[in-house]
């Protein structure tokens, strides 16, 4: 998996370099900064940091010199073997439309990077846009992260009987569907909770029949309270891979302090550094709305360290990040974090 996980790596890389070039965004032999490059391609403001942290992973990859926040090309760029898409795709677990699906973005990119084009349209074409929109989560590496939340979600020891669980932003349901098997001989009220009534219609749909379930929207950005979720009401609060959403994020970890028990547990997977492949497909989703406000820092994902403190910062102690960053299934940079709250 790690090796076809470098295989698509170098891909993207190619697939930036490619849209660099043809564009003449940044030439051969040809100096130019992130501003000019991005002026240069006619990147839209809110699309602008995707197009420098594509020079930041050109640059890692020693494909671009640097110099006083100046770019240029360091021998020959890599290429787009976007013909090598299916296969890796496959070996890495992903369903089938994975590969045609970004192969489209990827031809679409410029467009994409210049608002001519909006993402979210794009991929609804391609079909159900639930399995469109979490085909990405569906892969090797999420399974074993969704596998170990839910071992540890089994261990969550209730306040009052019953397990009262909340899960945050349940998209797809690939994290729900990993829980609900492993808790099925537990007794709980679990509520799925998302910020578009297409992923909790579908999840209501998918789980009808699991006895304790409740459905509703949640916004991450909003007071918890005024969404129906009390102070201290919660054994355990589960958000796959959505944490990094929040617009205010020591807001939203508060917000979840507050409605945990004395005791009770976060369970939440992120990534915690760019995926080049990504930064060519998915990452265009978490650029700001057109009109709204630019985004501050061009990271979209934090270390485990930052986390440490943020957690603590809200109340929280943080007990485990897994995988260890010499497991081999740390390379796909997705880390499940196991904190509890404390007084």
């Not at 040809?30 to 942290?53: C, E, K, M």
């Not at 170990?148 to 690939?174: I, K, T």
């Amino acid at each position: 998996m790690n090796s076809a996980l470098n295989e698509l790596e170098h891909v993207s890389l190619g697939v930036m370099a490619q849209v660099l070039l043809h564009t003449q965004a940044l030439p051969l032999q040809v100096w130019r900064s992130a501003g000019q490059i991005n002026q240069a391609l006619g990147t839209a403001p809110r699309h602008a940091w995707i197009v420098r942290r594509w020079l930041a992973a050109l640059a890692r990859a020693s494909a671009l010199r640097e110099d006083a926040e100046r770019f240029a090309w360091q021998g020959a760029p890599p290429k787009a073997a976007v013909e090598k898409l299916p296969r890796l795709y496959a070996e890495l677990g992903f369903p089938a439309s994975m590969a045609p699906l970004h192969n489209h973005v990827i031809e679409c990119l410029p467009d994409l990077l210049r608002d001519q084009l909006a993402l979210a349209p794009l991929l609804l074409q391609s079909g159900d846009p639930v399995a469109v929109l979490g085909a990405y989560q569906h892969n090797h590496f999420t399974a074993a992260i969704n596998q170990a939340l839910a071992a540890r979600a089994s261990e969550v020891r209730a306040h009052r009987d019953v397990l009262r669980v909340l899960e945050l932003g349940g998209g797809g349901a690939c994290t729900t569907h990993t829980v609900l098997t492993t808790l099925q001989a537990r007794e709980k009220v679990y509520r799925f909770t998302d910020i578009s009534a297409l992923f909790t219609g579908a999840a209501q749909r998918q789980f009808r029949l699991e006895p304790g379930m409740h459905f509703g929207l949640l916004d991450l950005d909003q007071d918890f309270a005024e969404q129906g979720i009390e102070a201290r009401s919660q054994d355990l609060v589960i958000a796959g891979n959505v944490l990094h959403n929040a617009h205010d994020l020591p807001r939203s970890l508060g917000q979840i302090r507050a409605c945990l028990r004395e005791g009770g547990s976060l369970l939440f997977s992120e990534s915690i550094a760019d995926n080049p492949a990504m930064l060519t497909f998915m990452h265009l989703l978490l650029s700001p709305p057109a009109g709204a406000p630019l985004r501050e820092t061009d990271e979209a994902f934090i270390a485990p360290d930052a986390w440490r403190q943020a957690l603590q910062a809200q109340g929280f102690q943080l007990l485990e990040v897994w995988p260890a960053a010499t497991d081999p299934l740390a390379a796909a940079g997705q880390r499940l974090f196991h904190a509890v709250g404390v007084s």
